[in-house]
Every structure is written in C-alpha cells, then in structure tokens.
C-alpha cells in the first residue's frame, strides 16, 4: 500500500501538489488556525462521496459543515453578501476568528443542508493560511479533523494515529482554542452562539 502523502503548507514549492490534490477530489487534513482541518473542495469532491466528511468523522449527516476562504471574493462566488452597509462593514473589517453564516442556497442544497439555505464561512487571519487559500482560490472545507466527540487533532503524529490513510497538510503544532464565534448575518436580528452582529463593535 502507497502510504498516504504528506504535503507542507510552509513550503511554497509544495502549494502546486497540495493544489492539483484538492481540485482532484480528494480529502486531506489541513492545518486550520487552532487545529487541523478536514478539508475537500465542496464542488471537486466525487458525486459518489456526498457524505465523505461525515463518514470519515463518524459525524450525523445533518450536521452543517463550515468553509474556510482566502477572500470575499471567492465567498462571494458561492454566497450572497449582505448590502446594507452595518453588515457589510463587518465582513469589510478584514480577516478575525469570525464565522459568518451566509445565505448560499445552491452550495447549501448541494451540500445536503437545503433546509436553511445557509452556509459558514470564515476568512483565516493567519496571512500564510490565508495566502494559499487565495492561491487556491476555492473554499476548503473547515470542519474539524477527529473522530466525533473527540477532541480537534492537533499534529501531525495524532493525525497519523486516528488517520493512518488521510493525507495531511502539514501545518505543524495547533495550540488549540474554543471555536470560533458564529454570526448569522443572514437577518438582523438572529444571534447565533453567544453574539448578534449588533454586538460588534463596527466603529
């Protein structure tokens, strides 16, 4: 058996084979902020492998997903953003640990998640994470790389032990934090989580 491919996202000569594996279809784990990632390219992965994540995952089907972004412009390509200028200036604020729920029906129905319409984006701040995903120029999915009920992954060598067949994207050592805060900017008046867009400070 062919081991598994590790990839490292610190060497900008790897970003081509890292790039031709995700548009091909396939999974890998993928170093995220705080932890690892497992990522796929939502619109490359096999029509055949709608539920890999949640499978790989041991993860109930109804459970959304969240994508990770380089920019709003490639958001934008599968979501709409909001107009008015309140909501808008938060998204326009630049890359946070934010998460921001968007009304993205043709991805969501794509994705299996039709009943709300709405999908999660974050823009990483980490400007090497951010760089390659604009080198990529696809969302990668953001949801987190463990079995179910287990704790986030946060190295390689854990990684390798639950996942002994996933290739990874070595990013190094995640600290590891709480998840990110959620924004429903879908409505003005829907905090998701423990903020509202109101509570924001957009000054």
Known sequence: MVPAPVFFLSRRSDWRAIGDWFRAGNAAGFPAEFAYALAEIPTRR????????HRLKGRPETKPVLYLAGSLEIVARFASLPSDPVRRRILDRGPRF????????????????????????????????????????????????????????????????VFPDLAVVDGGFRPGVPVSPILDLTRFDRPVRRRSWRSLSIS
Not at 46 to 52: D, K, L, Q, T, V
Not at 125 to 143: H, I, Q, W
């Open 46 to 53: 096999p029509p055949e492998e709608a539920r890999r994540l």
């Open 98 to 161: 934010l998460t921001c729920l968007l009304p993205a029906r043709r991805l969501a129905t794509a994705l299996g998640m039709a009943h709300s319409g709405k999908v999660a984006f974050r823009i990483p701040a980490d400007p090497v994470l951010r760089a390659f995903l604009l080198y990529l120029g696809e969302p990668l999915s953001g949801t987190s790389l463990n079995r179910s009920g287990d704790p986030p992954l946060r190295s390689l060598e854990e990684i390798r032990r």
